[in-house]
T-cell receptor, first 114, second 110 residues
């Protein structure tokens, strides 16, 4: 089954404690991205990657890091989480970029920073 | 800053009516336009995409694009209670950035 898998799905953490949200896709997709979703603000792109070792900033990259060492994985790293990073996070992938390709979303990760 | 604007709603329509959802975007270089449906607590799912000016129909859904006015809309005919969800407009610009609007919450009342 084609899917994008994120972990953890739910996490409560404390300010400043580094955390990583993993994302893996089994569709051999080149394009992967991370979004955060906040009430009234829709989905905002954090980072995206067109291929292995190629990453670019989205609209709201501050406070986040990503890496793309393997095609299937695209982890999101919060080096020093702060309460304003409390949000719902989605990982997504598609075959070849956002234009004209179906984007598959993971189930989302609810992150609370206290 | 590329912007995609939607009325947050809620838009309330009776069952069987036509629901009309609207979206405007700021980047004239935008090339592809998408409508996603998102149920509460779930991930977005693609309903339709449109590239060219005019209408595109898929079942009960029709997407309309007017690039001159920088306007894209989604019509849902014969609305059903199961259509109650938040509808997200997304716009793709050169560089493969996908920008989402804030979403419109649709409520279809039996």
């Amino acid at each position: 089954e084609a899917q994008v898998t994120q972990n953890p799905r739910y996490l409560i953490t404390v300010t400043g404690k580094k955390l990583t949200v993993t994302c893996s896709q089994n569709m051999n997709h080149e394009y992967m991205s991370w979004y955060r979703q906040d009430p009234g603000l829709g989905l905002r792109q954090i980072y995206y990657s067109m291929n292995v070792e190629v990453t670019d900033k989205g609209d709201v990259p501050e406070g986040y890091k990503v890496s793309r060492k393997e095609k299937r994985n695209f982890p999101l790293i919060l080096e020093s989480p702060s309460p304003n990073q409390t949000s719902l996070y989605f990982c997504a992938s598609s075959l070849g970029g956002a234009a004209g390709n179906t984007i598959y979303f993971g189930e989302g990760s609810w992150l609370t920073v206290v | 800053q590329k912007e995609v604007e939607q009325n947050s709603g809620p838009l309330s329509v009776p069952e069987g009516a036509i629901a009309s959802l609207n979206c405007t975007y700021s980047d004239r270089g935008s090339q592809s336009f998408f409508w996603y449906r998102q149920y509460s607590g779930k991930s977005p799912e693609l309903i339709m995409f449109i590239y060219s000016n005019g209408d595109k129909e898929d079942g009960r859904f029709t997407a309309q694009l007017n690039k001159a006015s920088q306007y894209v809309s989604l019509l849902i005919r014969d609305s059903q209670p199961s259509d109650s969800a938040t509808y997200l407009c997304a716009v793709n610009s050169p560089g493969n950035m996908l920008t989402f609007g804030g979403g419109t919450r649709l409520m279809v009342k039996p």
